[in-house]
């Protein structure tokens, strides 16, 4: 009959979706004031701990670009920790956490 088929590539239910499509499901709760000395993040796939990234998203919310890498920088050669708020099992304690008011990081 010589009609084409289309073929199908099959995808895993739980497979990430395409990049163009990524832009309708993305929902932020504002905009912000000053779009010109503000940023939005997203990342599709990481190979992080949902936990860990909350709690450090959280640790640097608000701070400035510079103090922020700083104090990530910190946390990298272990002169800082990132407190842990929300999400505390089986999170040690370490005084480093007390410049937050907090016992866990």
Known sequence: QGSAQETRIPTHPHASPAPHQ?????????EAKNGSKS???????????????YETARA???????????YLDDVCEKKRCVPFRKYTGCIGRTPQAKEFKMSQG
Do not use: E, P
Request: hydrophobic share 40%; charged share 25%.
């Open 39 to 53: 940023c939005k993040a997203m990342g599709v796939d990481l190979r992080v701990h949902y936990k860990n990234t």
């Open 22 to 30: 990524l832009g309708a499901m993305v929902k932020y709760s504002r």
């Open 60 to 70: 640097i919310k608000g701070m400035s670009l510079r103090v922020a890498q700083q």
